[in-house]
Each structure stands twice: as structure tokens, then as C-alpha cells.
């Protein structure tokens, strides 16, 4: 579930990056958003 978000919010970033439609720094509030819940899934699924 969460890397499907994740990857949800990459692919709207990219979208913003190549339409050059940005709201403000939402775009990349969702990119550091998606960042940090890919981390947090990769560090959850080590320590499983």
C-alpha cells in the first residue's frame, strides 16, 4: 500500500516537472512525501 502511494506521488511530481505546472512547492512537498515512505518501506520490510 504504501509503495503504491509512493509511486503514485512520483508520477504526479514528473507530471508537474513536465507540464511546468507547479502549485508553489506542493509538487515537491509530494516528491519528499513519496521519498520518505519508499525509506520507510525498505526499512521495514529489512527488518522483517
Known amino acids: ?3 503504491a ?4 506521488l512520483l508520477i504526479l ?7 511546468s505546472y507547479t502549485l508553489g512547492g506542493f509538487i ?3 516528491l519528499v512525501i513519496a ?10 520490510g529489512r527488518s522483517l
Open 28 to 30: 515537491h512537498i509530494l
Open 35 to 44: 521519498i520518505v515512505m519508499f525509506l520507510v518501506r525498505i526499512i521495514q
Open 5 to 8: 502511494i509512493a509511486v503514485i
Open 13 to 19: 511530481w514528473l507530471a508537474g516537472i513536465i507540464t
Open 1 to 3: 500500500m504504501i509503495q
